[in-house]
């Protein structure tokens, strides 16, 4: 089974000292006493000044330029943080999902995202997001699926997926909606 991103972007923190000659906490310290705050600036100094290669750089970069205290990429924080606020009574609408999606095997895995959550397998197939404070968007790869009824082409929704389904409350992750999540899983 391929790496998750997640799962690269701990293998690359942990050979950062090797490949570099810095852990993370020391980029991220020297990032901070230059004193920048943009991607780009922080790019040009480790690419440039630092002989850091692009892949290594963007880690480092990203991590630096976090918020103190915002939630790990990856984290279950970054659900939390989904569904809070105006958000929370959505979360659960979220959870009869991932508890749909856990029964098909245990292949299954959840990367949390800022904005969504992406279901993958051995590719992602699908995706959880809260849209607004009264709508889940699930995202589904269901290519040669024509749409119909609640599975509606993904439009602009997200190019990583083809069709969208929008669910407002748990009774509408019914068998409808478990058999499309379903078979967006086998196909990956």
Do not use: C
């Not at 943009?38 to 630092?50: A, S, Y």
Request: no cysteine.
């Amino acid at each position: 089974m391929a790496k998750s991103p997640e799962e690269m972007r701990k293998d690359m923190i942990e050979k950062l000292r090797e490949k570099t000659g810095k852990t993370l906490s020391q980029w991220q310290a020297l990032i901070r006493a230059a004193g920048l705050t943009r991607h780009g600036e922080v790019m040009k100094l480790l690419k440039g000044d630092h002989g850091v290669s692009h892949g290594y750089a963007n880690q480092i970069a990203l991590a630096a330029l976090q918020p103190e205290g915002a939630p790990a990429a990856g984290s279950d924080g970054l659900v939390d943080a989904q569904y809070a606020g105006a958000k929370a009574p959505l979360r659960p609408v979220y959870e009869a999902l991932v508890a749909a999606v856990k029964s098909f095997g245990p292949d299954v895995e959840f990367a949390p995202k800022k904005a969504y959550v992406s279901l993958r397998r051995s590719k992602q197939f699908g995706l959880i997001q809260p849209s607004t404070g009264t709508r889940i968007d699930v995202g589904l790869v269901l290519k040669g699926v024509a749409p119909a009824g609640r599975l509606e082409a993904s439009g602009s929704f997200n190019a990583m997926v083809t069709h969208r389904v929008r669910l407002a409350g748990p009774g509408e992750v019914d068998a409808e909606m478990i058999a499309w999540l379903r078979q967006a899983y086998e196909g990956a």
